[in-house]
């Protein structure tokens, strides 16, 4: 089968150079396409009731008789939470609902927020998870309550948008809806508890405190991973110089490797190398506990500081760690074996309550036979060598298994998973409908903690906001109806003419290729030949068309994947022999510059004046 596809796939590229070379003398072979018509329906995020629903009425024609009540000595999460709730609340039904604490007798209308001397506050329920909530109508009383980092301020941002039809689709994109009748249901009684209890995403909409909040995103890695400002919520945060790869911040090769080699990792041929430690030397086990006493104080805030391995392959080979390696089928073996050893240090000898987390990653995904980690140990298993061709489960079904073995090995397991790539930010992609049934199987399987790597770099001229919003909702939960949420986002995102973009994402799904890594050249995602880019374009040029000034220049970004592709592959406008071919790169590059792309790939910056005779994929620093 795998043969076959190889086979259609080279054809079918091959179809595409012959193609794109009788087009450099016969542009007019290529037919012209029409996208589809806008719609002239709304979309509607305001929850319907049935006519005979009894409803408990907040607001009429601008009008409310309600007050907001907080704590006296209320943690600031939970004052900024009735202050969002005020704030949205008069955008959406007109009314200025006044704040009071709770030293102010009780009044009938009063939405309590948080822990409170009223008497709904006997209803909270104290085992819930800090990042939980509830919602609860009393008589004429609302209750929305829950953990104070969090939670009482996720509860409000959930009310706005499940009851008042809010929306935060980017930082720069919400919806509030204008409501002649603020109600909801008399009887409503919810309660919240995510499915992930660490939620982080790095793509560059989530650098947007307001944002993560509003998203409820709870964590943070790095600083290279957006901000780490705690003036909405407090963070689940990771101290330390980074949260991965930290072996060197340990022990620093320029420092120690030229007089001691021998801390370092053994390989086949007898060398040493110092892209890893050699995790059975005593000398490194003590320089690490070193490094995590120094974090410890530097970063008391941290739930995880991270004892890693950095980014290669070149793990110790030496009789010792071998021998571990071997006897737990796994090089994860001799890490568990070290990292354990940290542990126990920091738990038993320090007194510390922070969690020391480590990779399964490249050479460590394969789970230690019988080796468990320790109980504070944080696994974070990645899926960086996985096809997003089709959900894991289906096209990596190893790797499932490790999640399977992982997880029955320890509960502190975090996922780290992508979906974009790496090598070529800005290239159709098309994996958007594997990310729910991922973060199922994550879910499912036992993961507690997910974090979604993004382009945290540049703002998409793929999906990228896309992605962003549909990984952070389905942390929170990943049994969400995706189709409506996608077609929603899609609608206010790129405006009536949206069912084009929805057209062209089945499109492109229906051109992917048989495997594809988060680091492939474009032409194994998907593969196009220039009449499938014109078509494609012509999706993107029908949406465009009907949009408002700022819908049309965010389609208009989400188009550049077709050229971004084409020009990466040399096809279409962009074949060598098309004389046309640098006037459309120098405007390819004028638009990344006019829609707000500085980077093409992870690193480096695009050249301010690339050499327009080189594919795009060529124009970083
Ligand atoms: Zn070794």
Known sequence: MQLFNEIWMTIQSVFAVVLSAVMAFCPFIIPSYRGLPAVTYEIRTVPVYAENAVLLTLAEDG??????????????????????????????????????????????????????????????????????????????????????????????????????????????????????????????????????????????????????????????????????????????????????????????????????????????????????????????????????????????????????????????????????????GSPAGSMIHFVNKVADYVKHELGSDVLIHTLAYQYTVVPPKNLRPAENVAIQLCSIDCSHHEPYKISNPRFVADVKAWSEHTDNLLIWDYNFNFAHYHTPFPDLRIIQPNVQTFYENGAVGFYGQ???????????????????????????????????????????????????????????????????????????????LARAQAYFDACAAAGSEAQRARTERSALQLRYYASAEQIGVFFPWNSNRIDAARQLHEDFVRLGITHLREGPRMMAQPDYNLPADQWSE
């Open 454 to 532: 993004g382009n945290t770099q540049s703002l998409s001229g793929e999906f990228g906001e896309l992605r962003a919003y549909m990984v952070a909702k389905l942390m929170w939960n990943p049994y969400l109806d995706m189709e409506r949420l996608m077609e929603e986002f899609l609608y206010f995102y790129y405006g009536p003419g949206y069912k084009n973009i929805q057209k062209y994402i089945a499109f492109a799904q229906s051109r992917r290729g048989y495997t594809f890594h988060i680091g492939s050249k474009p032409i194994m995602p998907v593969l196009f030949n220039p009449f499938d």
């Open 63 to 328: 009008a409310s008789g309600y007050r907001i009540v907080h704590g006296q000595n209320a943690y600031h999460v939970e004052v900024r939470a009735a202050q969002e709730l005020q704030r949205y609340f008069e955008r959406a039904a007109g009314a200025l609902l006044p704040i009071v604490t709770d030293t102010e007798p009780a009044a009938g209308k009063e939405i309590v927020i948080g822990r409170t001397n009223r008497a709904v506050d006997a209803l909270v329920d104290q085992t819930l998870y800090e990042d939980s909530f509830q919602i609860v109508a009393v008589g004429e009383t609302l209750l929305i309550a829950g953990g104070e980092t969090r939670g009482t301020l996720f509860g409000v941002y959930a009310f706005l948008e499940e009851f008042l039809g809010c929306r935060w689709f980017t930082p720069e994109l919400e919806v509030v809806p204008e409501l002649s009748r603020a109600v909801i249901p008399a009887d409503i009684d919810v309660t919240q508890t995510p499915a992930f209890g660490f939620r982080h995403t790095s793509w560059w909409p989530a650098q947007d405190t307001a944002w993560r909040a509003r998203m409820k995103l709870n964590g943070s890695m790095t600083f290279i991973h957006g901000s780490i400002d705690e003036s909405y919520t407090d963070l689940v945060m990771f101290g330390g110089s980074d949260a991965a790869h930290t072996f060197n911040s340990f022990m620093p090769p320029a420092v120690y490797f030229a007089n001691n080699p021998e801390y370092f990792a053994l390989q086949e041929d007898g060398t040493r190398s110092s892209g890893q430690p050699c995790l059975s030397h005593p000398a490194v086990l003590a320089l690490t506990k070193a490094g995590i006493a120094r974090w410890i104080d530097e970063y008391p805030r941290a739930k995880y500081l991270s004892v890693s391995q950095n980014d290669n392959w070149f793990y110790c080979k030496c009789a010792e760690c071998a021998a571990i390696d071997a006897a737990q």
